[in-house]
């Protein structure tokens, strides 16, 4: 069995793919924006699916999104050596509550993602980001480290060396040294960790672990 994480790029999307980052990220910054989110924090949260995998921890859907959200934050917490995590909550926060809310009043938000996972061929931009976001800012506001968390799947940790911390930049340039340096820390600290393909995809809507036998 192999693991990838295919992540796509703003800067070789087409004008209407950009268009839509610029309209959720904003145009000030698209760039770093795109990168903080996509190739810097997201890629230890696809990092997640891919762990559970192999440890052939299967959940539903949003409950590993979820999941994975807060694998990758209580990472970040540990490794960051920029605050680039603070840059991040302050810049999520701001866009979160400018967009428009898909959740029914009767409803609970994660109840209407799992009523709708699947049914969309692929969701907007806007509707992702209100999702993945609520999740990021969700996982952001839980105190769990990251022992604990992988310990919640039962994916055991013996704490045999620190954490490195990642204070390169923040780029697809540096994909894959942030993902080697999380395969590396996570060995570290006992965790059985397989090797991680790094592809990049034109289109900046590609954002995903894939796995093949």
Same mark, same amino acid.
């Given at each position: /069995? %192999?693991?990838?994480?295919?992540?796509? !790029?703003?800067?070789?999307?087409?004008?209407? *793919?950009?268009?839509?980052?610029?309209?959720?990220?904003?145009? @000030?910054?698209?760039? &770093?924006?795109?990168?903080?989110?996509?190739?810097?924090?997201?890629?230890?949260?696809?990092?997640?699916?891919?762990?559970?995998? /192999?440890?052939?921890?299967? /959940?539903? *859907? +949003?409950?590993?999104?979820?999941? +994975?959200?807060?694998?990758? +934050?209580?990472?970040?917490?540990?490794?960051?050596?920029?605050?680039?995590?603070?840059?991040? !909550?302050?810049?999520?926060?701001?866009?979160?509550?400018?967009?428009?809310?898909?959740?029914? *009043?009767?409803?609970?938000?994660?109840?209407?993602?799992?009523? /709708?996972? %699947?049914?969309?061929?692929?969701?907007?931009?806007?509707?992702? %980001?209100? &999702?993945?976001? =609520?999740?990021?800012? @969700?996982?952001?506001?839980?105190?769990?480290?990251?022992? @604990? +968390?992988?310990?919640?799947? %039962?994916?055991?940790?013996?704490?045999? !060396?620190?954490?490195?911390?990642?204070?390169?930049?923040?780029?697809?340039?540096? $994909?894959?040294?942030? #993902?080697?340096?999380?395969?590396?820390?996570?060995?570290?600290?006992?965790? $059985?960790?397989?090797?991680?393909?790094?592809? &990049? $995809?034109?289109?900046?809507?590609?954002?995903? $672990?894939? #796995?093949? =036998?």
């Amino acid at each position: /069995m %192999g693991y990838r994480i295919i992540t796509g !790029k703003y800067e070789t999307g087409t004008e209407e *793919q950009q268009k839509n980052f610029c309209e959720l990220f904003g145009e @000030e910054d698209i760039q &770093f924006k795109f990168d903080l989110y996509f190739h810097w924090y997201n890629l230890v949260h696809e990092l997640g699916h891919c762990l559970l995998e /192999m440890y052939g921890k299967h /959940m539903e *859907q +949003v409950d590993e999104e979820l999941y +994975v959200n807060r694998f990758a +934050v209580s990472y970040w917490k540990l490794a960051d050596g920029n605050e680039n995590l603070v840059e991040l !909550k302050e810049m999520l926060t701001s866009i979160f509550y400018k967009l428009p809310n898909p959740v029914p *009043q009767n409803m609970e938000p994660k109840e209407f993602f799992k009523s /709708m996972w %699947g049914n969309e061929k692929r969701p907007s931009v806007s509707l992702y %980001g209100y &999702f993945q976001f =609520s999740c990021v800012l @969700e996982a952001m506001s839980n105190e769990s480290d990251l022992y @604990e +968390v992988l310990n919640e799947v %039962g994916i055991k940790t013996t704490h045999l !060396k620190e954490i490195k911390i990642y204070e390169g930049q923040v780029s697809s340039g540096s $994909a894959s040294d942030i #993902i080697n340096l999380c395969i590396e820390n996570l060995r570290n600290i006992g965790v $059985a960790v397989e090797d991680i393909k790094l592809e &990049f $995809a034109d289109n900046p809507e590609v954002q995903c $672990a894939s #796995i093949w =036998s």
